[in-house]
């Protein structure tokens, strides 16, 4: 019997192990896309890019998370979300708990060939401090990032060049809002100096 449970134990190890595939993703937003923020409405538009790095992972849901005490979840609706890649995915959204609202982008599994998930959304702040921190730097708030939202990918496993039929959670995180063209410089510059006191 004991024998047994341990030959039970090093299979499910072993089923476990061929399916854990190393994988990991970002994500990226631009709060500030063409630049469209308003701070007399606390609107704008974003655009966020969604990237997988393992090809043997297929993705075909993207949950993305929009927090009530930061945006206003009475102006989002199925409007507001359009898959800009792929073209296929379509969106749709719901509250969780009269606090949270989720879109949901889905369609048919891509790999990374067809990355990135490119989602933008119109959407519409409680109030335009949650754009700016009191210092109005960088797009933060007294929380912290409003722009790092939490993410999910999910899809089904593509091993062996096949597509097994059981959807699986595969990465989360948060988002990161792309840098603003002064911390780009401030980068740049940080960069040369270092570069120019190490020649002397």
Not at 62 to 73: G, N, T, W
Not at 101 to 124: E, F, M, R
């Amino acid at each position: 019997m004991k024998k047994l449970f341990v030959v039970s134990i090093f299979i499910l190890c072993l089923i476990k192990g061929a399916f854990a595939l190393p994988f990991s993703s970002s994500g990226v937003v631009d709060p500030n896309f063409n630049n469209s923020w308003n701070a007399t409405s606390a609107s704008g538009i974003a655009r966020y890019y969604f990237y997988f790095e393992n090809p043997n992972v297929s993705v075909n849901v993207l949950q993305l998370r929009f927090e009530a005490d930061v945006f206003d979840i009475t102006k989002l609706n199925s409007a507001s979300f359009q898959v800009i890649n792929p073209g296929s995915w379509t969106s749709e959204i719901f509250v969780e708990n009269n606090a949270v609202k989720w879109a949901i982008a889905s369609g048919h599994p891509i790999t990374t060939l067809q990355d990135p998930i490119v989602l933008q959304v119109n959407y519409s702040l409680i109030d335009s401090d949650r754009m700016w921190n009191s210092q109005g730097t960088n797009w933060a708030w007294d929380e912290g990032q409003v722009w790092a939202q939490t993410y999910t990918l999910s899809g089904p496993l593509f091993w062996n060049n096949q597509i097994k039929n059981w959807d699986m959670p595969i990465s989360g995180g948060s988002t990161s809002p792309v840098p603003e063209p002064a911390t780009i410089a401030l980068l740049g510059l940080g960069a040369l100096g270092i570069i120019r006191s190490r020649k002397k």
